[in-house]
């Protein structure tokens, strides 16, 4: 019912500026279906995904796409969260296109058990995105971005490092970037998330190779695509030692990507997705970041 609601306030939100669609696709199959003899265990999963384009946005040429990733391990495309920055990549003359990935709250138990962490949950954004492509032929596949926060931002990574030439520009705020520290400093409680049998189903201590297959600083090697990184070194959600650990091991690998750490920024973990002087300013470096690979409609200035 929540998630119901919610899906009403994005036509109140940006529908004055956008076109405003909710869709489903096919994806993977489950990877670890409940009962894999059932006719229709290894059937694709059915992926829903939220569509929006500019009202003003000339289709007789090729436009530009971003891909927007939710945060949260178990969360899902909100308005309260999420609504400000995609009102403000519209304006620019985005198109967006934002996949409720396998996991992600509003769908049902099963949908959350679907959780492929790290996983078929990168397939699914970069399937989302695939098939956004294919929709509308007024897109331009040269010109994709992507972008997202937190657990949106390890997916993000993810994807750059396993497609680096299907995306020209990637954003990751304040991203997961190292599992086996993070199940170090957080609690029982949360690694327990983790270990669960419909998760990872073991936890670190007794599979570490898992965890660190599923964690960006596993994989910089791959990047291939223009980066911009922010994190904030009182995040009390994305502890800075994993993003630092990510920042060293790009610079280890010789890797060209840009970055910026904010020193004690209000708000922590959603310092650049409040409201304040300082998010506003954060946001328009990583516009001004993305507007030199995607040549938007409206510059940005």
Aim: no cysteine; aromatic share 12%.
């Amino acid at each position: 019912m929540l998630k119901r609601i919610d899906d009403l306030l994005w036509y109140q939100k940006v529908g004055d500026i956008a076109e405003i669609d909710k869709s489903e696709y096919g994806g993977l199959p489950p990877a670890h279906p409940l009962h894999p003899k059932q006719p229709g265990a290894t059937n694709p999963l059915i992926i829903h995904v939220y569509t929006f384009i500019p009202k003003n946005l000339d289709r007789s040429k090729k436009q530009p796409l971003i891909v927007y990733v939710h945060q949260g391990v178990h969360q899902s495309l909100d308005t309260t969260i999420d609504a400000h920055q995609i009102r403000e990549l519209l304006q620019q003359g985005y198109t967006i296109v934002a996949t409720d990935y396998r996991g992600s709250t509003g769908y049902g138990q099963g949908y959350y058990e679907d959780i492929d962490y790290g996983g078929r949950e990168v397939d699914d954004v970069y399937l989302g995105m695939k098939w956004m492509l294919d929709r509308y032929s007024f897109l331009d596949p040269k010109r994709v971005g992507i972008v997202g926060w937190s657990h949106g931002g390890l997916i993000t990574l993810m994807n750059i490092f396993a497609h680096p030439h299907d995306y020209a520009v990637a954003y990751a705020g304040v991203p997961v970037s190292d599992l086996v520290a993070r199940m170090g400093y957080e609690t029982e409680a949360y690694r327990q998330i983790y270990s669960a049998p419909y998760h990872l189903g073991e936890s670190v201590h007794d599979d570490i190779q898992e965890y660190r297959k599923r964690s960006p600083v596993n994989h910089v090697k791959e990047l291939d695509t223009p980066l911009l990184v922010h994190t904030n070194t009182n995040d009390e959600d994305v502890n800075f030692l994993e993003v630092e650990h990510l920042i060293q091991a790009f610079k280890a690998e010789g890797k060209k990507f840009d970055y910026k750490i904010y020193e004690n920024a209000p708000g922590g973990h959603y310092f650049n997705r409040m409201d304040s002087p300082l998010a506003l300013e954060s946001r328009h470096e990583i516009y001004l970041f993305l507007a030199k690979y995607l040549h938007p409609d409206h510059e940005v200035k």
